[in-house]
C-alpha cells in the first residue's frame, strides 16, 4: 500500500490560495487527498510527481514550495496565526494560544519559539500582533465597520487596546489612519 506525502507551500493565506493550488494539481495529475493553507497531502510518495513542474506552476502564482523542515514549521504557524486573526470566533474555546499552537503542530511550544525566532527575526507573538493590525488596516480601509465592531471582530479587549497597538505599528492611530489619502498596507506573505 503506498504512503502519503506532505507538501508545504509558501503564501498559501485564503481559501481562493487553496483552489489556485488544487487547479494546477489538477492540471498536473497530481493525485492528492487535501489541500489546505500551506499543505497538499498526496496520495503517493513524492518520488511518484513530478516536484519541478509543481514547483514553476506554484511560482507563476507567488507560492513557492518548502522544503526545509525549519521553514515547514514557520509556514505552519503562520497559517494557524492567520486563521486566527482571520476567523477569531471559530476558534471560541481557545484556551492559550502557545499550548493550542504546540497542539495543532505537535511541537513543544519552546522549540517552535526559537525556530520562528530565528527564521523570521521576530516573535510569535509580534508576528501576530502585525497580523491582527494588517487586517485591521484592511477592515479601515473597507469602511464597513466601526472601530468598535473591528476590535470585536479581532477580539480585542477594547478599542483602546486596538488603538495603541495599532499607533504602535503604523504610528497613526486608527482615525488617522483612515483619513490618510495614501495607506500602505503589506501583503500577507511580507509580514
Known sequence: MSQSYKLYIKNMVCPRCVMAVQDILQMLNFPYIEVRLGEVVLKEPKEHYDLEALKAELHKIGFELIEDQHLQVVEGIKNIIIDLVRNPHEHPNLYNFSTYLADKLKKNYRYLSNVFSEKEGITIEKYMIRQRIEYA??????????????AWKLNYSSVAHLSNQFKQITGFSPTAFKKLQQRDRNTLDRL
Open 137 to 150: 488596516k484592511e477592515l479601515l480601509i473597507y469602511d464597513e465597520l466601526t472601530l468598535s465592531e473591528i
